[in-house]
C-alpha cells in the first residue's frame, strides 16, 4: 500500500517496512493492520520475543495437571512438574513433529506421542521411545532430543508468562507499573489470590489483534458501542467514561495502559459501587474483607478492580480477563472468563454470572466490540484516507505525580502508549 | 501456590487393600484437570498419585522388575550413598 | 411390573402419536419466531423459570459455577431481547438473515409434569460478513398449560462448542 505517493511501502535493507514512516506520534498506517508481512514480523519481534500471558496457575493446580494454550501461532504445553513449577513445552514430538498433547487439558506425569510412542516427562525430557535397538539402545540420543522448552517462564500473582527469548527484560521489568494493577486485583481476594477456574470462553474474530489491544482502554467507544446494553439495563458504567468523568487514561508504559476509574469510585465513596452492588447485599464478602484488611478495606472496597492492558495480550476488565490470540493479519481469538477471588464464593458465582451475560459469542457487550472489531478491519482495508487518527486528548495530557503520561476518561492517551512500544519492538536490531 | 488434594473428603469412590505387612487405600481423585489414582499408605498417611499412563506401565511391569522394587534396600530403607 | 400394569401407564398409540404431534408444531413455531425475530411472540413461549442455556466446552457440571455462551433465566432473555429491540444492538443490526432446519425430534422423557424433548438443528446465518452454517442438538423441557404447551428449558449444545465460535447474537 502507497505511503509515501511513490506507490512503494518503504523498506528497510533486510526487506522490513520502516516502521517509523508507518507509526507516528497520532496517527497509524493501515498496512499494519493488514499487511501478511508485517505480521510474520510481529510475530518474531513481539510474540516470540517478549512476555506474552499463556495462563494462571490456578489452571494447573495439582502436580501433573495440564492445559494447552498458545503463544502467538505455538501450540504450548502449560504443565505442572512434580517439583511444583509450571512449565511450557512446545507441543511437538522431537521425532517426526506430531503434536504431542491432543485433549486441552489432562493430568499426566508424562505424555506420550501417539504416532510412534515418544514417551516425555512434563518437564520436557525424552524418557525413551519403543524398540530403542534401532537408535543403539537406551541411553543414546535422549538427551539430544527433548520437548522444546519456552527458555523463559514466570508468574506474577499467578499470572503465568513465557517468553521465546533466551534473554531479554525480566517479567518485573516488562510488567513495570501494570504489576501493581494485577496486585489490585488480588487484593480483592480476602486471601489475596485470584483464580481462574470458571473456563474459558473462544470468541473468532476476523480482525488484527491490535485493534483489540487498543480498544480494551479506549474510554471514548462505550456510550457508542454499547448505549444499547446500557439504556437496558440503566448501567451507569457509560457516565464513568464520558468528558466530565474524573476517571483518566493512564499509559502505563511498555506498551500496557488502564482506565483508572477510581477517581470516580472515590467521589462516590461507596463500597462495592464497583460491581453494581452495595456491601449489605454481600456481606459475608465484605466482612471477610475486613477482617483481612482491617481499616484499609474501605478503601479497597471503594476502589474496585483494575481495567488495565498488559501488552501484548492480556486485558484485565474489573471482573473478567481476557486473552489475545492473534492467527493471521486479519484474524484472532479472543478468550473470556471470569475473575474468581479466593476466599469470595458470594462473588464469584455473580462474577460468573455477569461475565456470561457481557462477554462471549453472545456476549451483550463483546459481541458488540466484535462486531466494531470486524466492520473496522473492513474499513482499514479501504486505500483512502491511509491513517488511523491517534490524536484525541493529545493536547491535554499531562504527567501524573507517578511521572505517568495521563489523558482524560475518553482520550486516546494508551493507544499511543501501546504505539510507541510496539514501535521499539518492531525497528529494534 | 500448588495445594496438594490430598485429604480424604477429595477422594472418590475406592478402597482399602490390606494385609499383614501393609496398608494402602486406593481411590479414584477428580480435583485435577484429569482423573488419576490416589493411593495412600494408611500406615503412614504418605500419599502417592499415578496417573493412566503410570498405571499401564505397572501392569505391564514383568514380575522380576516389580519383585526388584520390593527389595527393603532398594529405595526406602536404603543406606548410604548411592 | 406386570404387562397389565406397564399398559395401564403406558400412553395409547394414538395419545403418544398426539403428544409427539404438539411437540413439534411447539418446536417449529419456536424455530420459525426465532428465525424471523419476532422477539414479542419468542418471548412469550417461555415460563417465568426458564432457562436458556447455551452451553461452552465439554463440562455441563455447575453450569453456575462455569462459562457459558448464554446462561440466561427469565430476566436475562428479557434484558437480551431489550437489548435486540433497541435496534443498536450493532451485532444484531442488522438482524441476521436467518433459515434452521430441525429435524430428529422425540420425546426423551418426562420430569415433574414437563415433557423433555430432543432435536437435531442446522442453521444458516447470512450477514455481510458472510454465511455461517450452525448446527447442534436442542433439549427443550416443555410445560403442559391447558391445551398449549410453554417453554421452560432450551439447551442448544452446539457440535463445535469446544471450538472458537463466531459471534453469536441472534437467537439460537
Not at chain 3, 400394569?5 to 398426539?18: I, L
Not at chain 3, 435486540?84 to 429435524?103: E, F, K, M, N
Request: net charge negative.
Amino acid at each position: 500500500m502507497p505511503v509515501d505517493g511513490s506507490g512503494q511501502v518503504p523498506v528497510l535493507a533486510a526487506d522490513r517496512p520502516d516502521y517509523r514512516r508507518l507509526i507516528e506520534r497520532a496517527r497509524v498506517h493501515s498496512s499494519v493492520y493488514t499487511d501478511p508481512q508485517i505480521f510474520a514480523d510481529e510475530l518474531a519481534r513481539i510474540w516470540y520475543r517478549t512476555w506474552v500471558f499463556v495462563g494462571h496457575a490456578s489452571e494447573v493446580a495439582q502436580p501433573g495437571d495440564y492445559i494447552r494454550t498458545t503463544i502467538g501461532l505455538q501450540d504450548v504445553i502449560m504443565a505442572r512438574g512434580t517439583d511444583g513449577r509450571v512449565h511450557l513445552l512446545l507441543n511437538r514430538c522431537a521425532h517426526r513433529g506430531n503434536l504431542v498433547c491432543e485433549a486441552q487439558r489432562g493430568n499426566a506425569k508424562s505424555f506420550r506421542c501417539p504416532y510412534h510412542g515418544w514417551t516425555y516427562r512434563n518437564t520436557g525430557e525424552l524418557i525413551g521411545f519403543p524398540f530403542n535397538q534401532g537408535y543403539g539402545g537406551k541411553g543414546t540420543i535422549e538427551a539430544e532430543l527433548s520437548l522444546a522448552r519456552v527458555p523463559r517462564v514466570a508468574e506474577y500473582q499467578g499470572f503465568v508468562f513465557g517468553s521465546l527469548a533466551p534473554d531479554g527484560p525480566d517479567l518485573a521489568e516488562h510488567l513495570g507499573e501494570a504489576a501493581r494493577e494485577l496486585d489490585r486485583l488480588a487484593r480483592l481476594s480476602p486471601e489475596g489470590r485470584v483464580e481462574l477456574t470458571a473456563g474459558w470462553l473462544r470468541h473468532r474474530t476476523r480482525a488484527n489483534w491490535k485493534l483489540l489491544a487498543e480498544n480494551e482502554t479506549d474510554g471514548y467507544h462505550p456510550q457508542f458501542v454499547h448505549g444499547s446494553i446500557f439504556s437496558v439495563t440503566g448501567s451507569p458504567i457509560g457516565a464513568l467514561y464520558s468528558d466530565k468523568s474524573a476517571a483518566v487514561t493512564r499509559s502505563l508504559g511498555r506498551g500496557h495502559s488502564e482506565n483508572d476509574l477510581r477517581p470516580e469510585f472515590r467521589k462516590a465513596g461507596e463500597p462495592m459501587r464497583w460491581f453494581g452492588t452495595t456491601a449489605d447485599r454481600v456481606p459475608a464478602y465484605a466482612a471477610a474483607m475486613r477482617a483481612a484488611h482491617g481499616p484499609a478495606a474501605e478503601r479497597i472496597l471503594i476502589e474496585g478492580a483494575p481495567h488495565v492492558m498488559i501488552f501484548p495480550n492480556l486485558f484485565v476488565a474489573e471482573i473478567q480477563v481476557f486473552v489475545i490470540q492473534p492467527l493471521s493479519a486479519g484474524e484472532c481469538v479472543q478468550h473470556s472468563t471470569a475473575v474468581q477471588l479466593a476466599g469470595a464464593p458470594e462473588l464469584n458465582r455473580r462474577m460468573v454470572s455477569q461475565s456470561v451475560g457481557s462477554v462471549g459469542p453472545a456476549g451483550m457487550l463483546l459481541a458488540d466490540d466484535t462486531e466494531m472489531y470486524e466492520r473496522n478491519q473492513r474499513g482499514v482495508a479501504m486505500l483512502a484516507p491511509e491513517w488511523l487518527d491517534l490524536r484525541r486528548g493529545l493536547a491535554r495530557e499531562r504527567i501524573d505525580e507517578r511521572g505517568l503520561r495521563i489523558g482524560g476518561a475518553t482520550d486516546e492517551t494508551g493507544m499511543r502508549g501501546f504505539w510507541q512500544h510496539y514501535l521499539s519492538l518492531m525497528e529494534g536490531a | 501456590m500448588t495445594t496438594p488434594a490430598d485429604g480424604p473428603e477429595n477422594s472418590g469412590s475406592g478402597g482399602t487393600v490390606a494385609s499383614e505387612f501393609a496398608s494402602v487405600a486406593a481411590a479414584v481423585d477428580a480435583t485435577a484437570n484429569g482423573p488419576r489414582l490416589r493411593l495412600e499408605d494408611l500406615r503412614t498417611g504418605k500419599v502417592r498419585f499415578l496417573d493412566a499412563l503410570e498405571l499401564e506401565t505397572i501392569v505391564w511391569l514383568p514380575d522380576g522388575h516389580l519383585t526388584q522394587l520390593l527389595d527393603p534396600s532398594a529405595d526406602r530403607w536404603r543406606e548410604g550413598p548411592g | 411390573m406386570s404387562a397389565s400394569a406397564q399398559e395401564t401407564h403406558d400412553p395409547p398409540a394414538a395419545g403418544r402419536e398426539q403428544a409427539l404431534r404438539q411437540v413439534e408444531q411447539f418446536i417449529y413455531r419456536e424455530a420459525r419466531l426465532a428465525d424471523e425475530h419476532d422477539y414479542d411472540a419468542w418471548e412469550a413461549l417461555w415460563t417465568d423459570d426458564a432457562l436458556y442455556w447455551v452451553p461452552a466446552g465439554g463440562d455441563l457440571t455447575v453450569p453456575a459455577e462455569r462459562m457459558s455462551v448464554i446462561y440466561d433465566n427469565r430476566s436475562r432473555i428479557s434484558t437480551r431481547l431489550a437489548q435486540l429491540r433497541t435496534g443498536r444492538r450493532h451485532a444484531q443490526d442488522p438482524p441476521s438473515q436467518l433459515r434452521r432446519v430441525i429435524s430428529n425430534i422425540e420425546i426423551t422423557g418426562e420430569d415433574h409434569g414437563d415433557i423433555i424433548a430432543a432435536a437435531n438443528f442446522i442453521a444458516a446465518e447470512s450477514r455481510e460478513r458472510g454465511v455461517e452454517l450452525w448446527a447442534g442438538r436442542v433439549i427443550y423441557r416443555l410445560r403442559p398449560a391447558g391445551n398449549e404447551l410453554r417453554m421452560a428449558g432450551k439447551q442448544v449444545l452446539l457440535v463445535n462448542r469446544d471450538q472458537p465460535l463466531p459471534t453469536l447474537a441472534f437467537l439460537i
